[in-house]
Every structure is written in C-alpha cells, then in structure tokens.
C-alpha cells in the first residue's frame, strides 16, 4: 500500500473516530436529557403518595377498608390516599402500583395491568425508603418506572410514565448521526487524499532527483540541499551516504590495483623458476636445490600476501567474534614464536594483566605483525622492548627508526619505505595492525623512540579489566627472554 493511500485512510479513520464520538456523546446526551425530564415528572408525580397529610377522603387501595382512619390506629397500618381518577395504561397522566413488604401489588385506582417487580423493588418495600429507576416493556409499551418507598405506611410506590416519545426523538436522531458520520468519513477520505498528494510532492521532486544522482554510480553527483527542514537533512544524509560510498569504492579500486601490482613480481618470479625448474635435470644437484627453495619461498611469499589482501578487504568493522582476550597471554605467545625465528635477539617484556573483548584470531596477527616489523628492523644481537600498560601495547626495537618522510605513511597498505623495497614483504603488515585496532575501537601510533629505534603503540579498545592476576611464572611482568 502507497504511503499516499495510508495517509488518507489514516485520516478517514481520524475523522470517523470524532464523527463517531461526537454522535454518541450527542446522542447519550440527549437521551439523559430527555429521560431525566420524565424522572423529574415520575417523582413529581409520586409525592401524593408520601405525604402523610392525604387522608382518604376517597379512593382507598384495595384491601383497606373505606372511611376515616379508626382511633387508635397504629401507625403501621396502611393509610387512604386521594388519588385522582387513573388513566388508561401507557397514558400521559402515568400508571400507580402499590408493592408490599410480602412481593405482592396493589392498583389504588382500579388499573388491570400488573408491573414487574423484582428483589431491589421488594427490598425497597420492605425497608420502607429508597428509590429506583427502572425501563420495562410492558404489553408492548416502553416504561420507566419509579420505585419509591412510603416510610408512613411501610410500602412501596411505583409510578410509570411512558418513554414512547423520548423513544420517537432519539430514532429520528439516528438517521443525522449516521449521514454525519458518512459524510465525515467520504470527506475526510477526499481530504486525505488531496492533502497527501501535497505533502508528499516534494518527496516525490526527491526520489526522481535521487534516481537521477544513483544512475551513475561511479562518479555520482551531489543533492542539492535545499527545501523543508526534513528534506534538506534528509538531502545531507543521503550525500554523506554518497560520500561514504564514493569512499569505499576509491579505496576497493585502490585496494585491487595495489594487489595486482605487488602480486606481479612474485608470480612473475614463480613462473620464471618454474619453467627453469621444468628443465632442471641438466642443472646441478646443488643449483637444483636451491631453486626449489626459491620456489617454495616465492609459494610462501606470495600467500602470504593473499592473506594479507582478505584480511584488508574485510574491513575495520567489528568482527562477529567478540569475546572476553587476555592480551598479555596473547604477546607473550607472540614473543615466544618470535624467538624461536630470532635466537639471537632479547626480549624485555613488562607485561600487565590485561584483559579486552574482541576477536582474539585478528587480535593475534596484529601482535604478530607489530613483534615482527621490529624483529625484521632490529640488529643482530639486538634488544626488543615490549610493554604492555594500561591496556596498551608498545613495542620498541633499537634498529635506524623511521624517516620523518615515512612516518605519515607508516600504516598505508603497500608503503614501503625505499630502503625496505628489496626486503621481502608486501607493506600490508602494519595496514592489517591498524585496520584492526580501529575495528576494536582503539588506535595505532608510530614514532621513533628517544635514543633511537622504532616505536610502535597498539590499543584494541578500553580493558574490560586490569591489574595483577594469578599467572605462570614465566609470565609475570618484568620477565626478561633472550
């Protein structure tokens, strides 16, 4: 369903649910008018019954014998009431009935017809005082009765007048009620209508421009942010959404043209000294071991840099995995395998309990790549420092450090420095190290440090907790490998 049609139904609906309210409330309104006008009536009309003055003259409820009241009356015994001539039933004039304490009625002025009495009327009798209002349907005429009870003579009264004309205003009200509702809602609709095909006319100028802006995705033109409020925020987001996007796809080009251009060499290579290798039975034992050596090499070189492209093409969103890391566990691995390739460097380590969530599997190569990148630097016979504080990792070597040329562009996928372009390696190292701190929601430095070396400094995000902990021997802080 259209946005344009919603609009409209909703302020049908709007309109039905006020025309409704307004047509029940006249209506309810004008029913209690018209009822308590005749429960004023049916009470004026009960009090010849209550008054303790109206002794019988003539006329007596039946049962009661007639003539004046005997001395000596207790005042429990029923009372004779001049009571004007009744009417037919149903008429103006109104209809009486006597109910006693027992359930039983009486028709002080001869009426054939019996009203219903239930429990509340029997128990209005009995007690003598109360009242209540009542509609009933008698003989096909629609009453509302007064049960009132009679303190002097123990009873209760009940008069009815009928609602035959409260009933005839109220029908003739349902007819206007109705068409007032049908016409609400027919012009609400109409209303709706119209107003929802100006309200949303410029969102309309807005998508046709925004089709005409995403029809050329590699070089998108800009909105114009202009207009309402809302479409002009609306506008804004969209460009910084086109500028994210115009981003990512300069930065996936650069990315493949990048890729291509360093896996040029090595295959280029690897394909060389294959096809020698093809005919390496005329070569000696010596040189023919050599070469496959070089060709495992370049194999390893070269999946490495296809490592290093998927794990850059991923990203610096978070990871899926998200788990609770201890990192100074983590660099103290990393510094083991370091070792092993490098007997003759020493390793300073200070390392603080620390514990952060993340991807432990990324969170690892980063290490790894940041302990190699100054093994690789560090002279023979060399000293490595590595410090882990407050959640941060730093690792220093004493090699020649960074040009001020280079520091700028230290983090760079493919950056490498002139003096390392003949050392193997592709430059994504340190782009990988980066990439994954910022996913982590922390951040990567680098700097020469006092004295001279390379200074690197990683965080992957706040610590989830610091300080001592219970640790192996070998891995408390201040230990000293070499």
């Not at 209809?95 to 054939?112: I, L, N």
């Amino acid at each position: 369903m259209s946005l344009r049609r919603r609009i409209a139904i909703a302020a049908a609906l709007a309109v039905a649910a006020v025309a409704v309210a307004i047509s029940v409330v006249g209506y309810l309104t004008t029913r209690s008018h018209l009822v308590g006008e005749l429960q004023h009536e049916l009470r004026e009309r009960a009090q010849p019954f209550l008054q303790p003055h109206h002794r019988a003259s003539r006329g007596q409820p039946p049962g009661v014998p007639r003539g004046g009241e005997p001395s000596g009356r207790p005042d429990h015994e029923p009372r004779a009431f001049v009571i004007p001539p009744a009417p037919e039933f149903g008429g103006a004039p109104g209809y009486f009935q006597v109910v006693h304490s027992d359930g039983t009625t009486a028709h002080p002025s001869g009426e054939r017809i019996a009203l219903p009495v239930d429990p509340r009327m029997v128990e209005i009798a009995r007690r003598a005082r109360g009242s209540l209002f009542t509609s009933t349907t008698v003989n096909g005429v629609h009453l509302e009765v007064l049960t009132v009870g009679d303190p002097y003579d123990h009873w209760a009264v009940q008069v009815a007048l009928p609602l035959t004309g409260v009933d005839s205003i109220l029908n003739g009200l349902l007819l206007p009620y109705g068409v007032l509702i049908a016409g609400g809602v027919l012009l609400a609709a109409l209303l709706g209508l119209t107003i929802s095909r100006a309200a949303l006319a410029p969102i309309d100028g807005f998508l046709r421009r925004t089709e005409d802006v995403t029809s050329e995705l590699e070089r998108p033109r800009r909105l114009e942010e202009t207009g309402p409020t809302e479409l002009h925020r609306l506008a804004a987001s969209f460009n910084q959404t086109l500028d994210a996007l115009e981003r990512s796809m300069e930065a996936q080009r650069n990315l493949v043209a990048d890729a291509s251009h360093e896996l040029r060499t090595p295959i280029a290579a690897l394909r060389s000294n294959i096809q020698i290798f093809l005919e390496s039975e005329r070569l000696p034992v010596e040189d023919r071991e050599t070469l496959q050596g070089s060709i495992l090499a370049e194999l390893d070189e070269l999946t490495q840099i296809v490592a290093n492209v998927l794990e850059l093409a991923g990203g610096s969103a978070p990871g899926a995995r998200a788990e609770p890391v201890e990192l100074d566990g983590l660099v103290y691995d990393v510094v083991q395998r370091t070792r092993r390739r490098a007997p003759g460097i020493e390793f300073n380590l200070q390392l603080e309990p620390t514990v952060v969530k993340g991807d432990p599997d990324r969170i690892t190569r980063a290490i790894t790549n940041v302990v190699d990148n100054a093994r690789k630097w560090s002279p023979p016979e060399g000293a490595i420092d590595v410090r882990l504080h407050g959640g941060s990792l730093s690792v220093r070597d004493h090699g020649p450090g960074f040009s001020e040329a280079d520091l700028p562009h230290v983090f760079d996928r493919f950056y490498r420095a002139a003096h390392a372009r003949r050392m193997p390696g592709s430059g994504l190292g340190l782009a990988i190290v980066r990439q994954t701190a910022v996913a982590h929601g922390g951040e990567a430095r680098a700097s020469n440090a006092p004295g001279g070396g390379a200074l690197l400094e990683v965080s992957f995000g706040p610590p989830v907790k610091l300080g001592v902990v219970a640790a192996a021997p070998e891995r408390q802080p201040g230990v000293g490998i070499s």
